[in-house]
């Protein structure tokens, strides 16, 4: 019998479902709206009834060898989602979601991580990771997160929270800008897409060069604005990738003193930008980096950014079942 | 039949060797003069000759389980040390050093790794880090080194290098101290021994303050004498102490996004001073770490100073051959 796996990537807007193959391959998928629920029973139920259909299109649940969901504040060890502060059905505890899926689907195995973890996971079984045993995943989005692996497997630490490299402080003291998390010079405060956008907005207030991200009103800029500036040659934009991959090679030199990876991969929205962001990702790291270490780790992009990686990647963790 | 194996120091100084039992005992020891050789091959042949009455003495070689040797800049998966600027022998080029032991003995399995790990293995397997999965080891002496506990598993990295958390980037840009790897801004230089007393110097050049320190030519001060001061209560010895912990506090509430381990261990000199480095690295990181890893991690002081820990941490190294 030909087994399958789940993979759920519960984001913000959407919850996409997938049933994947040995090979990577998502031969059946739907979705739910993931805040159409009031409480997480309704969002598990809703879930369920999804599911059953796509289980039975490959041959019922014994097929299936397990589950695994990539999800915001998600807590490998405990299977729980602790305090997500952008779900509806999870901002103000801890939701036991693994357990409540298994349940739903008469007892099947299931793993869930928060989902950068999954994307590291993705890029191990089915993307640029293949073969590797020590590489760092970074998600350049809305947020900054990270999966690393060590000797082959996710690092989650002593409470299932590690690999939170957005929120190493780049900027120590009152200088640093003030962060998400509530303290001051996280990475992810300058180096996510919102991040860029701040940059972006600080730069036009304190110079008058012109620029075609004066085009827009200042509260109303985004990524994308500076992504298309930039490819147009706009000089401020293309200035905004320069001090966002400086920092981002900075932080990896210092992850590089701490593991050591053979890669890092790169992965997010931001990455569309190619080149524009990795080349001074690249010499930032080539600069700042110890001398043993110089010349040793790849950067790379995600291969997986237009597979429906999250699902992939959540799916990876259903073979550990 | 017993077994035993054979821990390795080799420090700038002297080289111990100790034959360790299963309970962590060092049933037999002795010691070479590491500089007096010239050559690599000397330093071998001179150790194999002190060791082999040792292990003589616990019923000869059959009953030795393995070797494992502690040294700088050690390589763990090629078994060499590789540039290691203080060792006359070994300052210019890459010494296979676990391969010429096993020669020298017979063909002995024997596994390198350097000292800061050797520490962290030590804790594992007889010091305060028994059971745990998630740890750091922080050495505090001439430098500052890590040995990286995760899942159970010394990190190596990808080259056998990971775990130097001494050259993290602290103070950024032009401002940063310069550090002996040639960069600047690294926790080592402010927070080793030699560190600390260039804090101490700076302090005392940019005050008038009385102070004890002020009792001896700048140039010649120790961390000692910073230790003796503050511990009679000179203002200033105490605040060489608060802005040391301070950084140090930072850096691991840093390391706890990436690793999130469960205790802290710290080692060498430095903690000699007990409370008064240990208690500003507490209130720093509970200041600075993010809010979900508040509480969790442990900071605690080797147990193993006293015993020969840096043999005892190598042999552990020995049960794995």
Chains 1, 2 share one sequence.
């Not at 952008?86 to 299931?110: R, T, Y």
């Not at 073969?131 to 000797?151: A, Y």
């Not at 001090?243 to 890092?264: D, W």
């Amino acid at each position: 019998m030909k087994k399958y796996v789940i993979g759920v990537d519960l984001g913000g807007t959407n919850t996409v479902f997938g049933v994947v193959d040995k090979e990577g391959n998502i031969v059946a998928d739907a979705s739910i709206k993931t805040q159409k629920y009031n409480t997480a029973e309704d969002f598990v139920k809703a879930g369920v009834e999804c599911l059953k259909p796509l289980i039975e299109r490959v041959g019922g649940i014994d097929t299936i060898q397990g589950i695994g969901i990539g999800a915001p504040n998600g807590n490998y060890y405990n299977g729980t989602i602790e305090f997500a502060p952008n779900l509806i059905w999870g901002h103000d505890g801890i939701v036991p979601l693994a357990k409540m899926f298994s349940e739903g689907l008469g007892g099947i195995g299931v793993k869930l991580t928060n989902d950068a973890n999954a994307a590291a996971m993705g890029e191990m079984a089915y993307g640029v990771a293949q073969g590797m045993k020590n590489f760092i995943v970074i998600t350049l989005g809305t947020g900054v997160g990270s999966g690393i692996v060590i000797n082959g497997q996710l690092v989650y630490g002593c409470d299932g929270f590690a690999g939170e490299l957005g929120h190493v402080v780049m900027v120590p003291g009152e200088e640093g800008r003030t962060c998400g998390c509530g303290r001051r010079g996280c990475l992810e405060a300058y180096c996510s897409a919102t991040g860029m956008v701040r940059t972006a907005r600080e730069m036009l207030q304190n110079s008058d060069e012109k620029s075609l991200l004066r085009d827009k009103p200042a509260d109303q800029l985004e990524a994308l604005d500076i992504n298309i500036a930039a490819n147009k040659g706009d000089r401020l934009a293309l200035e905004v990738y320069e001090r966002t991959g400086k920092m981002l090679g900075e932080a990896c030199s210092n992850f590089t003193a701490f593991s050591s990876p053979e890669a890092y991969i790169f992965f997010g929205g931001v990455c569309h930008a190619g080149e524009l962001i990795m080349k001074p990702i690249r010499e930032s790291y080539d600069k700042n980096v110890m001398n043993i270490f110089k010349g040793k780790a790849k950067f790379l992009i995600s291969g997986l950014m237009d597979k429906n990686a999250a699902v992939l990647g959540a799916s990876a963790l259903g073979w550990e079942v």
